[in-house]
């Protein structure tokens, strides 16, 4: 009996205490995903995993609603060596597909993808880091930068060099300039590193493979790669086809002609988006767009009120994988920005992304959750 009244009072206080609103977001989120899926006829397949994976993540939003963002930030090093070895398993273990050779680790029907999970251990990592400059005001200084981004450098490198994920990579880079300018980099920085940055493109650009360099030319020189539209922009020209034959209201779930007829590969990953748009319209797909924008809002609120620079950055870093994430998706689906492999959050078919995806709004939640440094209790 004593028992029952005890995990009663831990879900009353939960319910009292998180941020149930972000939960109810993210449910809403994934289930509307899962109902696009199951009408694709490759999705059907995997709809019982991404439920699966469903459950896995809210069970972890609920466990990092509790945990200490202060304690898990001081052990920062562990979740790095974490991070690393978990991608270094892909050199013996790593399989992939057309987009992504060495990305995920399968154990029989269930793949893991080491370079998705380390994201939230990479924004703690980072969050820290950049928070003890911020209020050291060391941030500007030349040997901080360098230090953050070593650390950057050195995971970037680990996604892009071992499991061979370009569009995962550039996320992780989106994530960090995003956070180094709310944490306070002054301009002049992010000048040096775009100069950087163009100065190295030319070595940078021939580590890649020809299969991956014909990709990313794709969007802006299309009659150069693919002139004929058969080869790797059909992909992308029969989603375009797709989300224009929806109209506003779209032909019905199940009833898509590009949907269901498998024109469009990968659709229940990282090309879900089409099938929103075709089957449900331009108002399905506005509800996709405004459900994932309102996170985003809902995090960077969370982080602005934690008044902590540790709690402003965590959430700022997961509000930045989120806008990242969707604007490479969607710019994906739509033909203006290279086919690499980015699933939409929330929606696209991928265990590995749902289990991330609430995990780092569970962490967002814990903010909430904690109380305000003694300096603001009395705002």
Not at 236 to 242: D, E, H, L, N
Request: glycine share 12%; charged share 10%; proline share 4%.
């Amino acid at each position: 009996m004593n028992r029952i009244v005890l995990f009663g009072r831990l879900v009353v206080g939960f319910l009292r205490e998180a941020d149930i609103f972000l939960l109810l977001l993210g449910l809403v989120s994934s289930i509307y995903g899962i109902v696009l899926i199951s009408t694709i006829p490759a999705g059907a397949l995997v709809v019982d995993v991404q439920i699966g994976a469903l459950v896995l993540g809210v069970l972890l939003y609920i466990l990092f609603s509790y945990v200490d963002i202060d304690i898990i930030a001081d052990k920062s090093w562990l979740l790095f060596i974490f991070s690393l070895l978990l991608i270094l398993m892909l050199i013996p273990f790593g399989e992939g597909d057309a987009v992504n050779r060495r990305a995920w680790i399968r154990f029989g029907g269930i793949g893991i993808q080491p370079a998705e999970i380390s994201k939230v251990p990479f924004i703690i990592i980072m969050g820290r880091m950049m928070a003890t400059f911020k209020e050291t005001r060391t941030l500007n200084s030349f040997f901080s930068l360098i230090k953050v981004s070593v650390i950057f450098g050195i995971m970037f490198v680990f996604v892009v060099g071992i499991s061979q994920d370009i569009g995962t990579g550039l996320v992780y880079l989106g994530i960090f300039v995003v956070m180094l300018y709310i944490a306070g980099l002054k301009l002049r920085w992010f000048a040096v590193g775009a100069a950087a940055i163009a100065a190295a493109s030319p070595l940078i650009w021939n580590m890649f493979e020809e299969r991956q360099q014909i990709r990313i030319m794709a969007p802006w020189f299309p009659m150069e790669v693919d002139p004929t539209g058969a080869g790797v922009l059909w992909q992308v020209r029969q989603s375009q086809r797709a989300i224009s034959a929806g109209g506003w209201f779209g032909r019905g779930l199940g009833y898509g002609r590009f949907t269901q007829s498998g024109l469009i590969p990968e659709q229940h990953t990282d090309f879900v988006f089409s099938a929103a748009g075709e089957e449900l319209g331009f108002v399905g797909a506005i509800a996709i767009i405004a459900l994932l924008l309102i996170i985003v809002i809902r995090c960077i609120r969370i982080g602005i009120k934690s008044n902590n620079s540790l709690g402003m950055l965590v959430c700022t870093g997961v509000a930045a994988m989120f806008i990242v994430q969707t604007i490479m998706n969607l710019g994906m689906v739509i033909g203006f920005l290279p086919v690499i492999g980015v699933p939409l959050p929330f929606f696209s078919y991928g265990g590995s992304s749902i289990v991330t995806y609430f995990a780092a709004i569970g962490l967002v939640s814990g903010i909430k959750m904690r109380p305000k440094p003694t300096r603001f209790r009395h705002l």
